[in-house]
């Protein structure tokens, strides 16, 4: 990638307190011909590419490149997130060891963004996009949803990430079966609840192979099946020897799949996915952590559909002073006429705060997220 031709571009050698490893570039780095080597916010992942930086990087100063085929740098927190679905895809279905660590990474970086940009249009896409493969869209939303709630509980830029890139790969030791478990119609046969049982232990195997040597990224696959009380597996281990970030995948890998829906089941309304999480997961992860996974979130996250106290049917649109009163955005009239442009109202209103959760699709109401967020939800 180069500036455009002629463009008058001034450039600096960034400085090697600027770069570390386990964080994310503080800004574009180029090399001195003007060929991007990174993008702002990836991870640096390795020793080899801090040395690289180290030594050519630069960054350049004036108008932005022309060519933007390795990765648009205005893309809305929107188009990041779906970008990164697409970047997800390619990787399992191109998977090469060479630069593994370093693609996933730049996925984290890219969620990472979108989260930091707009935390909340992030976490409506874990309700409102539940298009394209189950798997991969499982995945990000995962992930989406451990880094914001990561933040919450202040874990360091380097727990963060890992975390991030555990979500993104946690079932890479299962990642074809999982495609086939999604449309599952009778019990698993043998072999399949072996491979299952087994998937946490041959992905660390994977990522071994494929050059990740991050020691928390690797514990976090290793153990995210594992609950605190002793039930889960590999190895059914206790909450001694489970890390915070680990605890915090637990629950964000429940909460999505149960808000998802299945071949098998529906999916559960963002509330009573959270009860039952509190209620079943909070019995053995310890309570408080629970307890905050829950109040980050909110009672009701964004993207839930809602009837109001005056009748209409709304959309969350943001998070709330506190769990119970989000601002919305009504889709209908008080009496159920649909309307064209979404009317903004806020919770902390009587008559515009939440009265129960609804089904949108059960009542056939459909809203694009760019009507919600403006401009952050082009994708």
């Not at 009163?325 to 889709?331: D, G, L």
Request: net charge neutral; charged share 20%.
């Amino acid at each position: 990638m180069h500036p455009p031709a002629g463009a008058d571009v001034t450039r600096r050698s960034i400085h090697p307190s600027e770069l570390k490893l386990g964080q994310p570039l503080p800004c574009d780095a180029y090399d001195g011909k003007g060929k991007l080597l990174l993008r702002e916010g990836h991870v640096i992942a390795t020793a080899t590419q801090l040395e690289r930086l180290t030594q050519n990087a630069l960054e350049a100063k004036g108008p932005p490149a022309a060519d933007t085929t390795d990765e648009p740098a205005k893309l809305s927190p929107l188009g990041l997130v779906l970008a990164a679905r697409q970047h997800l895809t390619t990787l399992h279905t191109n998977r090469s060891p060479a630069d593994f660590s370093a693609d996933v990474l730049r996925i984290v970086g890219m969620l990472q963004r979108a989260c930091k940009a707009n935390p909340d249009l992030a976490l409506a896409t874990v309700l409102m996009r539940r298009d394209g493969s189950y798997t991969i869209r499982h995945a990000v939303n995962a992930a989406i949803v451990c880094n914001i709630i990561g933040i919450a509980m202040k874990l360091t830029t380097t727990e963060l990430a890992a975390m991030v890139a555990a979500a993104l790969t946690m079932n890479i030791g299962m990642y074809e079966l999982q495609k086939k478990l999604h449309s599952l119609d009778g019990l698993l046969d043998e072999q399949q609840r072996q491979a299952v049982r087994g998937h946490c232990e041959q992905g660390v195997a994977i990522l071994r192979e494929y050059g990740v040597s991050d020691q928390l990224w690797l514990e976090i696959v290793l153990d995210h099946h594992e609950r605190p009380d002793g039930s889960g597996y590999p190895a059914g281990k206790t909450v001694e020897a489970l890390s915070l970030p680990t605890q915090l995948l637990v629950l964000a890998d429940v909460y999505c799949a149960r808000v998802s829906h299945r071949h098998y089941r529906p999916a559960m309304t963002p509330n009573v996915a959270l009860r039952w999480l509190f209620l079943n997961e909070g019995m053995a992860v310890a309570r408080d952590i629970t307890a905050l996974f829950i109040k980050t979130l909110g009672v009701y996250p964004p993207g839930t559909g809602v009837r109001l106290r005056n009748g209409s049917i709304a959309v969350v649109t943001h998070r709330g002073a506190n769990g119970h009163t989000p601002k919305v955005a009504s889709i209908t009239t008080h009496d159920g006429l649909r309307i064209n442009i979404p009317i903004r109202r806020r919770g902390d209103d009587l008559a515009h705060s939440v009265a129960e959760v609804v089904d949108l699709d059960e009542f056939e109401l459909s809203v694009s997220m760019e009507a919600l967020w403006g401009s952050d939800a082009i994708g």
